[in-house]
């Protein structure tokens, strides 16, 4: 029987690939499963009926900004995270507000960045934020230099659990996700004390003063 008549076999079909997949599949990915035209409104259809029966357990179906993955709710983490006690990626203050402005304000430029955070944005610090592929280069403004304009990626999104830039939580918790080391040196070149003195203690004054 042909596969594209027989929903239930293309819905095993599709679950198993996912279940299986190390990385989030677009509908495109997924439409190359079968040797038939699969019209990408069916394959929707069935994965949100796939969607559905696993609400309520261990793993949840999602979709992010790359596509759609499994991957264990949330409140399972912390019995996961013991098979496998990795410690997560801390990053300095000085990444984590460079990141932070890109996101709510991009595209932005480093001059702006420089200009919205009060002190300079050191190589590391963009690098940093580059090498986890979490920013790019999507341009350059028009202007004297053509200064290269960065934005956030879609793995940004995939590792923040989004599906678009719309999802992103309020300025305030945007520090939740992504610890900062206590006892790490600042990235930015002599800018720490800049940072600290720029900023209140108070940590809504703290978001508010760089976006």
């Not at 190359?32 to 409104?41: G, M, N, Q, V, W």
């Not at 202007?143 to 960065?150: A, E, F, N, T």
């Not at 939580?169 to 720029?198: F, H, M, Q, W």
Request: glycine share 6%.
């Amino acid at each position: 029987m042909s596969t594209i008549t027989d929903l239930k076999y293309l819905k095993t079909v599709l679950e198993t690939a996912l279940l299986t997949a190390s990385e989030p599949l677009t509908v495109s990915m997924l439409k190359k499963l079968f040797t038939e035209d699969i019209k990408a409104a069916l394959i929707n259809d069935i994965l949100d009926d796939i969607q559905g029966d696993w609400r309520g357990r261990g793993i949840e179906l999602v979709k992010l900004a790359s596509g759609w993955r499994f991957r264990a709710r949330a409140e399972f983490t912390p019995y996961l995270a013991r098979l496998n006690p990795e410690k997560p990626p801390r990053y300095s203050r000085a990444v984590m507000e460079t990141l932070a402005i890109i996101a709510y304000r991009q595209p932005v430029t480093r001059g702006d960045i420089e200009s919205i955070r009060g002190v300079s944005v050191s190589t590391s610090v963009m690098q940093t934020l580059l090498e986890r592929g979490w920013i790019e280069v999507i341009g350059h403004k028009d202007v004297p230099g053509r200064p290269g304009l960065y934005a956030t990626t879609r793995k940004f999104l995939d590792d923040l659990g989004l599906n678009s830039l719309k999802d992103l939580p309020p300025l305030a918790e945007l520090g939740t996700l992504v610890i900062p080391e206590a006892n790490e040196a600042t990235a930015d070149e002599g800018d720490a004390d800049d940072a600290s003195a720029e900023v209140g203690a108070d940590p809504d004054t703290e978001q508010e003063s760089y976006v």
